[in-house]
């Protein structure tokens, strides 16, 4: 049974497209991220959500719009792609926010936009 | 927000111990040190976490000196699957904590 995963896992597209990335966690965990990694393995953080609530952004585009409907499920809505869009997205969850909880991460969806 | 450092790369044989030192100068009482693993085209995958002093199970070993600013994560007798990217991150619990990956260190095992 995995326990964080996500839809699709791979997604190509041109610019200025409007794509989703899903992500389900059955792990029980109130906390959900996610993060983007680029072409030079750089990881970062984009978005985190505890209980349903956002309570971390990371300077990025309002093309990125992400979405919680329950604790279980946090996709992401990407507005008007561009190239640098392109990157391997991971989705990760915690039982809770904050350094001193595992994070367990998705597989990863990987975005080119031609 | 503590703020890591760690080296870029590091290389190694199979059979031999590696020792991947993260310096975190101003790590803040609360905090914990936690370390991942990612493997080409996978996420990171939780290795180990610790408070202070030496903690150790199946897969590595943390040790952490007294006062706390810096951490060592030992890998006894690796092989070449675990060559791998490794990230050091330092926060304590709370929403305000912003988890920091960056580039991590890439060891690489050679036969």
């Known amino acids: 049974d995995t326990a964080v995963s996500q839809t699709p896992k791979y997604l190509v597209t041109q610019m200025g497209n409007d794509k989703s990335i899903k992500c389900e966690q059955n792990l029980g965990h109130d906390t959900m991220y996610w993060y983007k990694q680029d072409s030079k393995k750089f990881l970062k953080i984009m978005f985190s959500y505890n209980n349903k609530e956002l309570i971390i952004n990371e300077t990025v585009p309002n093309r990125f719009s992400p979405k919680s409907p329950d604790k279980a499920h946090l996709n992401l809505h990407i507005n008007s792609l561009e190239l640098g869009d392109s990157a391997v997205y991971f989705c990760?969850?915690?039982?809770?926010?904050?350094?001193?909880?595992?994070?367990?991460f998705g597989p990863g969806t990987r975005l080119t936009v031609t | 927000l503590a703020k890591t450092t760690q080296p870029i790369s590091m290389d190694s044989y199979e059979g031999q111990e590696v020792n991947i030192t993260c310096s975190h100068n101003n790590i803040a009482t609360n905090d914990y040190i936690t370390w991942y693993q990612q493997f080409p085209s996978q996420g990171p995958r939780f290795i180990i976490q610790?408070?202070?002093t030496k903690v150790t199970n199946e897969v590595a070993s943390l040790f952490i000196p007294a006062d706390r600013k810096s951490s060592t994560l030992s890998l006894p007798r690796v092989s070449l699957s675990d060559t791998a990217v490794y990230y050091c991150?330092?926060?304590?619990?709370?929403?305000?904590?912003?988890?920091?990956f960056g580039r991590g260190t890439s060891l690489i095992v050679h036969p």
């Open positions: 610790g408070y202070k």
């Open positions: 991150l330092v926060g304590a619990s709370g929403g305000s904590y912003i988890p920091t």
């Open positions: 990760a969850s915690s039982p809770g926010p904050g350094g001193a909880y595992e994070q367990y």
